[in-house]
Structure formats: C-alpha cells, structure tokens
C-alpha cells in the first residue's frame, strides 16, 4: 500500500533541511533567489493533470515517494566505469558528477582551450559570484513554471560553460551526470549555464546515466545563452535507469544569425519529460530541436517543446522518431510560436513514431501558433508500424526475422540521428541505439577503402 | 530442382492460384507470362514464402524438400532468390551493409564461414565490375532515390552475390529502357549455369529477347493454360491473351 504523502511539503521540508549547505548559501542575491524558487513552488504546487500541458503525463512517482535531497555522501557511490557517450580514448574533456556532486577524479578538464570554463555551478560562483549572478536565472524563469521553481531553490550543482568570444571550441566536451545506487529515493537538483559569447562555436555533450535499480528523481534545468553569430551544438542523451524520474527542462535565447542545433536522444527511465523553451531573438537565427526514443517495458517519454519566433526572419526545424514498444508511452507536444512582427519565418516539424507493440501508446500534439502573415510554417506527425512489405524484403535476402527488425527499427531511428552534425557524436549515438535493441543488431561499421 | 504441384492460394480470402502446376529442372530457364491479374505475382509470393499468401492446397517440392515449411529466410539460405518487381527502399541503411548481412546470413544458414567487412566488399566490388554497376550505389541507403533502372540492377547485384540456386525474377522488365533491360538481362544471362534453375514471370516477350527461355508457360486464370518452346512467347506478343481469358472463363 502506497502512504498518502504530502509531495510539495516535502520538497519544501527538504529544502529547509538543507538550505544551510547548499553551495553560495552566503551570497544574498543567490540566497534571495532560492527563496523566491521555493517560494513559487509551494504557490504553485506540483503540475497536474489540469494544467493543458500535463495533460498526458502524470508525475505519480512523485506522488507516492519520498525524495529526500542529495547529500555529499551520496557521490561516494562505487563507480565502476564512467558511463559515456564518446569514448574515453577519444581524449575530450569532461565533468563528471555522481548523485549530483563533482567527482574530480574523473572528470578530465585539462584540454580546454583559452577562452573556455567548464567548471560546477558551485566553483563558477566561488570564483565569479558576479558574472553568475548576472546570467543565472534570466533565462529559465520561474513564474508558471513549478519544477524550474523547485531546482531554483535546491540547485547545488550543475556545469557553468563559459565560451568567450569568438572563440572555436574544436572537440566536443561532455557533461555526465551519474545517478543512482543509493539506498533510498534520493533527488538531485542539476542546473547548467552555458553562455556563448559572440561568434563562439562549440559542441556539448551531456549524458544522463542511472546505475542500479534504486529509484531516484532527476530534475534538471539547463539555461543556454547563444549570443550573436555563435553556434552551438548541444546533444543529449537521457539514459536513467529503470525507476529513475527525469524532469529536464532547458531554456534557450537565440541570438542574431546565432544557431542551436538540439538533439536528445532517451532510451531509459521509468518517467522521464524533457522540455524545451527556444526564443530566436535576433534575425537570422536558427533553432533545430530534433531527438529520438526508444521506450519499452513501462517507460513513459514525454518531449515537449516550444519555439517562439519574435523577430523577423528566422527558421527554425523539428525532427522526432520515437520506437514504443511492450506498455511504454510516448507524449509529443510541438508548439511553434510566431509573434506578430516575425515575418518570413520558416518553421518545420515531424513527429513519426513505431509502435512495436499492441499496448504500446503515443499523443502527439503539434500546434502552430502564428500571429504574422508572411511566414512558411509545416507539421507532421504519424504513429504506423513497421512495414511488412520491408520486412519481407530482407527476409527474403536470408535476413532472420528478429535482425530484420533491429534493422528496420535502425533505419528508422536513423532518420532523427542523420539531423546530428558531429560524425563522432552521431555513431555513438546509433551505437547506443544498437545496444537498446532486442536482439543481436547490426553495427554500422566502417567501410575502409582500400 | 522446383515442383509445383496443383497449387492453390488465397490472398485475403481470395483464390487467385487455382491448381498450377509446373516442374523446372536444374540447367533450366523457364519463361511465365500472363495477362495483369493472372496470378503471376502471387506464384513469386508464394514461392518467397511472404505473409498473407495462403496456400490452401496441393504441393510445392524444392531439391525434393517441402519448401513451405520454410521461412522466408531459410528459402533464401536455401538457395530460393526472389528478384522484386518494385524492390523496397531502406533509408539509414548502407547497400554494403545490407548485403553483408545478408550474405553472411545465407552462409551461416549453409554452415559456412562468416566474411568479414573487407572479404565481402571484395565480393560485392567483383560482382559490381561484371555487372557493369557504379560502386557509387553500393554506399548509398538501400535503393533510396534509385531510379527504376538501379532498383533493379541492384536486385541483381544482390542475386550475384547470393548466388541462388532458384532465381525468380518478377516482372524485372518493367520501369526498364532498353540499355538497362540489357544489363539486366545480361546478368542474369551470367548466373545461368547446370545447377541453377531460372523462373522469369514477365507480361510481355521483349525480356525474353535476350534471356532466351528454355521453356514458355502461359499463366490466366490461375492456372497454367499452355507450355510450348520460345516460339509460345512470339505467337503471345502477336495475339495477345484474349485466347486464354476466354477459354478459362
């Protein structure tokens, strides 16, 4: 029997518990926002399923769990082998966190060139209070919005990227985030900043990998700042384990002829929603929010995103692939925003999904909001099944039946990985799909010319 | 090699094969034409072994084994290869990839040993010079934005690299101009050998110009109405089918 248990005086409780230790409690500006989070949290309470956005997803674990926040302890947990999406012989740097702490010992920051930062939340502010004070929290606001509250008040770590201008970061840098393999339900509250300065170019890669099977709450908030002609590359992939809850949202500012090419791949966790809030602010922008799933079991995966286009002249584009299988759920929420002065806007999105399995279930819901006359605007979504007709095609080639899924599930994926830019990114990517499959799969090896 | 005998099926509850029978022995290249609607696709089906395609009676022996107790794949391991007429498109999947996999499928299905990446490149890179095929084709997705010509010229590829004992070719003149339906033709010409039987299903006589059948079966009505020498086929093209639609009505 599940206990009747009050989740927002929790959480509340939970903040109080632990104020005193949170990382720049000292700072009254940073202090004044964690109460004005919590603060808005308790007004609000959790989202329900009234509010028109929740409607598909219903944050139960939550309901009937108790979270109690991370504690340093925690990070102590015995890691094997660090999880990663590029490997570790690639040599890219990389800050790794356990239960939500740093863990210095295997992280690898030592090749960043000049003009980079990649530090934790709790080092940026030691070191620049100032700088942080004038970026954090002014992107990722709190009003209306009760989980990006609640990490306001309890955010202890996270990473703070700084790109200077003008500066080309070459080689991706990862971001990993390690959680589970505690005794109890524990919650870890990650906030990330990334800022990029004019004309700076960099890739990001962040991975959110569960261990075990103890259940765990992630909720996560990233702010991105893209200034004026700068470019980055920010993928993702959402590897929880099987009882985790992963609520992430992100917040983006786009800047003039700025690009944020977005790509989140998830194929874990026992809930897991991923939000994105994209504002092309200056002419010229370019937002490309794309991502793939690949759920089964129970899992629920729920991506909603909203893209505002403000001023005129900007494009933005939507590519999503989602694989169901056995009782998993899957909830597509597409908005595309024109504001009455963004003329010539382009905007495209898809929302194509398999499902492997009769109960299997998927609400996509695509909307375009458009205030201006002069615009290109498009959305498709479909939800079918693996075509018989391709599957007896490679059956016919001597295929068995099961790799002949696996191949087809591939090519389906494929189609949201291709919109990945970084070749080296892209394959670990596919390569973390291959794994997800049933069966023994192909590998897309590579073809060395003679 | 392959006996049909008296078969019957059904697609979606329909009999459209109603008791044809046919024997081809190994060294042999048979001819089937037919009118739209003759069943011709549906003996290509059948014999591939694709869902749906209900076999409510009689018999179809390969190398003297039941050939519909088996999967499609283990057909294909068998030696049964089935050339498509409208060859599907697999995006996200490289030709190479997908005629290793395929190859080392039939292999292991034949107990012999797997090629690696490199062994099966210099395998398909042979085939695609005697074929007359740009190795262009080979890294792109699987016949994705092929035009009609390289759909089927891929479908050969992949026969020579199979090297079946059965091919069946369906309907592989069509969407063809005359060049492509020459290196079409041609490969199939160079597969044809003493163990290897051919079975090209065809509506009209023009493939048979240059992959000269021993024998020329006339398929209406479900059933197999006339054989004759590859004299059938010509008198076919000049009369048309309007003979044997009557005299199975």
């Not at chain 1, 498709?380 to 039946?401: H, V």
């Not at chain 2, 011709?40 to 749906?52: E, F, I, P, Q």
């Not at chain 2, 996200?92 to 292999?107: H, P, Y």
Request: glycine fraction near 10%; proline fraction near 4%; hydrophobic fraction near 40%.
């Amino acid at each position: 029997m599940s206990q009747k248990i009050n989740p927002v005086e929790n959480f509340v409780s939970g903040f109080e518990a632990i104020r005193a230790t949170l990382a720049g409690n000292d700072l009254p500006w940073l202090d004044s926002l964690r109460r004005s989070g919590i603060g808005q949290f308790e007004d609000i309470g959790l989202p329900g399923p009234k509010v028109e956005s929740w409607k598909y997803t219903r944050l139960r674990p939550l309901e009937d769990t108790t979270f109690r926040p991370v504690i340093l302890a925690d990070r102590e947990a015995y890691i094997d082998q660090v999880p990663t999406v590029l490997p570790s012989s690639s040599g890219c740097p990389r800050i790794v966190f356990v239960n939500g702490f740093m863990r210095s010992d295997l992280s690898c920051l030592d090749n960043l060139p000049e003009g980079v930062t990649v530090e934790s939340l709790g080092a940026a502010v030691a070191r620049d209070s100032e700088w942080v004070e004038t970026h954090l929290g002014r992107i990722g606001r709190l009003e209306g919005q009760p989980l990006v509250a609640l990490n306001t008040a309890m955010m202890n770590s996270g990473v703070v990227v700084h790109v200077q201008r003008g500066v080309v970061v070459e080689q991706p840098i990862q971001m990993i985030f390690i959680a589970g393999l505690t005794e109890e339900p524990v919650a870890c509250y990650p906030r990330n900043l990334i800022v990029m300065e004019e004309a700076s170019q960099a890739t990001l890669v962040k991975l959110h990998a569960g261990l075990g099977v103890s259940a765990y709450l992630a909720n996560a908030v990233t702010e991105v700042e893209v200034g004026d002609a700068a470019i980055l590359r920010h993928y993702r992939v959402q590897s929880e384990n099987i009882q985790a809850t992963h609520l992430g949202s992100l917040h983006v500012r786009i800047g003039q002829d700025a690009t944020y090419d977005g790509f989140g791949l998830h194929i874990g966790g026992r809930l897991s929603r991923t939000e994105v809030f994209a504002r092309l602010e200056g002419e010229g922008g370019h937002c490309a929010l794309n991502g793939a799933y690949l759920m089964k079991g129970r899992e629920h995966c729920d991506n909603t995103t909203v893209i505002e286009h403000v001023v005129p002249h900007t494009t933005c584009s939507e590519v999503f692939k989602g694989i169901l299988d056995d009782e998993s759920r899957g909830v597509f929420q597409g908005r595309i925003v024109v504001h009455k002065d963004a003329q010539g806007t382009d905007g495209h999105q898809s929302s194509n999904v398999l499902l492997l399995s009769d109960k299997a279930e998927m609400d996509a819901k695509p909307e375009l909001e458009i205030y201006a006359d002069d615009v290109k605007c498009s959305h498709g979504a479909t939800t079918g099944q693996l075509d018989e007709t391709a599957l007896f095609y490679l059956r016919s080639r001597g295929i068995p039946e099961a790799l002949a899924r696996n191949l087809l599930i591939q090519s389906f994926v494929a189609g949201a990985l291709d919109e990945i830019k970084v070749d080296t990114v892209r394959e670990a990517m596919m390569s973390k799909v291959v794994h997800w499959l049933p069966a023994k799969c192909f590998l897309a090896e590579e073809w060395t010319e003679e | 090699m392959l006996e049909i005998k008296n078969l019957h099926a059904a697609v979606d509850g329909t009999e459209i094969l109603k008791g044809l029978s046919l024997e081809i022995n190994a060294g042999e290249t048979h001819a089937i034409m037919g009118p739209n609607g003759s069943g011709k696709s549906t003996l290509s089906y059948v014999l591939a072994g694709r869902d749906g395609y209900k076999v409510t009676k009689g018999e179809i022996l390969y190398k003297g084994q039941n050939l519909l107790d088996l999967s499609p794949e283990e057909r294909a391991g068998n030696g049964v290869f089935l050339a498509f007429q409208y060859p599907v498109e697999i995006p996200g999947v490289a030709n190479t990839i997908f005629l290793k996999e395929a190859l080392n499928a039939v292999r292991r299905h034949r107990g012999e040993e797997e090629l690696d990446a490199m062994a099966v490149l210099k395998v398909v890179r042979e085939k695609t010079k005697e074929l007359g095929i740009s190795e262009d084709m080979l890294k792109r997705a699987v016949n994705v934005g092929f035009s009609g010509g390289e759909k089927k010229r891929n479908e050969v590829l992949q026969m020579a690299v199979l090297n079946p004992s059965l091919a069946i070719l369906d309907e592989t003149d069509s969407g063809l101009d005359i060049d492509a339906l020459k290196i079409v033709a041609d490969g199939v010409n160079a597969l044809r050998a003493p163990d290897r039987a051919t079975l090209v299903i065809t509506h009209y006589q023009r493939l048979l110009d240059h992959i000269v059948p021993d024998k020329v079966h006339v398929l209406a009505k479900g059933r197999i109405q006339r054989s004759g020498g590859k004299a059938l086929a010509l008198e076919l093209e000049k009369n048309g089918y309007a003979e044997f639609a009557e005299a199975a009505a």
